[in-house]
């Protein structure tokens, strides 16, 4: 089932607000494997994860959203949404001339406190104008202040090389080199390794090690067990999972989806 979000006009609460508003607020409830099909706006967009999982893809790669992360997107930026899991979302758009301090780029953003409250307020409350005024400017400040999560995986163009990152992704406890690869694709090893560098600004194993962290947030997030994840994903030990995932979010896969928990309560 694909739900595609109408560009020009969005019914929340039976209320409809038109999008020449300064800010638009929309909400809505999507079950595992909905779609929200490739579209672009001439407004930015925060996409609020309030439950599950999001992907949100791009011609430039794909970002995944964990529950209380959000992703920032620039205006005119074609973009499908893809529910990993059961979830929530949450999201604010923009006009331009409100975004002059916020990222110029996709991104994924840690979702703060506060800013999760004003996020959940702007969708769910009343849209009280003085009230508006007020939060607007104080969401795009935390916006603008808050850190970024290492969650995208750049999605390369060159035909050979997606080749490789396509198998890589459908593949992920694969052993194979980067020797390997670059014989299945009737080249060297040093043309693939330069292929990674100019294509996605990685290494072989960089690209290789953050597909495979993204993944595991989707599969933790459906409560599959660490040991499982790290075997499937092709760690030779829960440990050796568990220390990657530490080295690239800053602490354990127990303790990051604890405090998703905890960021979730209402």
Known sequence: MIRSIDIMRINIDKQTFALSDPVVAYGA??????????????????????????????EHGTWVVPPQRAVWLPPRIVHEILFATRGSMRTLYFEPTLCETTPSACTVVNVSPLLRELIIGSVEGKRAKQRWNHSVPLILDEISSAGTAPL??????????????????????????????????????????????????????????????????????????????????????????IYAFRRALGTTPKRYFQTVALGSAD
């Open 29 to 58: 409830d999507f079950d595992r494997g909905e779609t929200i099909a490739p579209h672009t706006h001439d407004r930015a967009q925060l996409v609020f994860a309030k439950g599950g999982i999001m992907q949100v893809a791009t």
């Open 152 to 241: 995208h995986l750049p999605e390369p163009e060159e035909p050979r090389l997606a080749r490789v990152t396509a198998a890589m992704k459908a593949e992920p406890a694969s052993r194979k080199t980067l020797n390997d690869w670059a014989w299945s694709i009737g080249v060297s090893a040093r043309t693939l390794a330069r292929l990674f560098a100019a294509h996605t600004g990685m290494t072989f194993r960089q690209w290789q090690r953050q597909a495979r962290l993204l993944e595991a947030l989707v599969r933790l997030a459906e409560n599959q067990p660490v040991a499982t994840v790290a075997y499937d994903l092709g760690y030779e030990s829960s440990s050796a999972f």
